[in-house]
């Protein structure tokens, strides 16, 4: 899976897996329920750290949002 990279963020009862494709800057986040949520701070996120990310290790980050 050469050029992108898959992972899971869990947040509350929130679970999603996601596809990071870094080559054309594509996110894809299933499934679609809160997606709304994640996707953009996730996006940020797999943008800015690109480089430092490794395989197998595991990432937090906070999103501070008003529903």
Known sequence: MQGKMEGEVI????QWEFQWNFCR???SVKPSLGRAL??????????QQDYQLEP?????????AQI
């Open 25 to 27: 800057g594509e996110l």
């Open 11 to 14: 947040a509350e009862s929130y």
């Open 56 to 64: 197998g290790e595991d990432y937090s980050f906070t999103i501070r």
């Open 38 to 47: 994640i996707q953009e701070p996730l996006s940020r996120f797999l943008e």
